[in-house]
T-cell receptor, first 116, second 113 residues
């Protein structure tokens, strides 16, 4: 079935360093890949997304890259700050023959800890 | 402000009892979703609804039930048939179509005593 693998499960970085989280997906028809940030005790919030017609997208200190051939995509956070500490989830949208909207399949999450 | 409101935030239940989690949105979104979150397992889809009076099972629907009588509301009932109900439950909504962004509520934490 549909599967999204996310690595690493935990990531500790020094403030100011970069953090990279990688995800792979199984369905070659997937065309939408969002990233969510979840702070402790709260619901996830979308931080950036990418569609399959582009290879890279940036928003200030955050960037996402997509390699459709290899079926993997990555989140890059530069100049990390303590407020970047959170759990990050990747997701990929899968399409079923009976459901034209598709559904999001989430990775298991990465706990990012930024130490001052 | 528009958003998704989940209640209660914390809920304790005895084994054998049904419990209903509330989810209300004022974003005028067509689609609503329920996810379950367990440590190290990401978000798993329980049920979703793309239109009023219609809903579909997700990946882990057994032991759960939902209704969608109003566009704004999508309550989830955790029944006594759910074998391991202790978890963090998240409600979400999105606009119609293939690329609708998911907006999440703050979650409800259910603990079975």
């Amino acid at each position: 079935g549909e599967n999204v693998e996310q690595h690493p499960s935990t990531l500790s970085v020094q403030e100011g360093d970069s953090a990279v989280i990688k995800c792979t997906y199984s369905d070659s028809a997937s065309n939408y890949f969002p990233w969510y940030k979840q702070e402790l005790g709260k619901g996830p919030q979308l931080i950036i997304d990418i569609r399959s017609n582009v290879g890279e997208k940036k928003d200030q200190r955050i960037a996402v890259t997509l390699n459709k051939t290899a079926k993997h995509f990555s989140l890059h956070i530069t100049e990390t700050q303590p407020e970047d500490s959170a759990v990050y989830f990747c997701a990929a949208r899968f399409y079923l023959t009976t459901d034209s909207w598709g559904k999001l399949q989430f990775g298991a999450g990465t706990q990012v800890v930024v130490t001052p | 402000d528009g958003g998704i409101t989940q209640s209660p935030k914390y809920l304790f239940r005895k084994e054998g009892q049904n419990v209903t989690l509330s989810c209300e949105q004022n974003l005028n979104h067509d689609a609503m979703y329920w996810y379950r979150q367990d440590p190290g397992q990401g978000l798993r889809l329980i049920y979703y609804s793309q239109i009023v009076n219609d809903f579909q099972k997700g990946d882990i629907a057994e032991g759960y039930s939902v209704s969608r009588e109003k566009k704004e509301s999508f309550p989830l009932t955790v029944t006594s048939a759910q074998k391991n109900p202790t978890a963090f439950y998240l409600c979400a909504s999105s606009t119609a179509g293939r690329t609708g962004e998911l907006f999440f509520g703050e979650g409800s934490r259910l603990t079975v005593l």
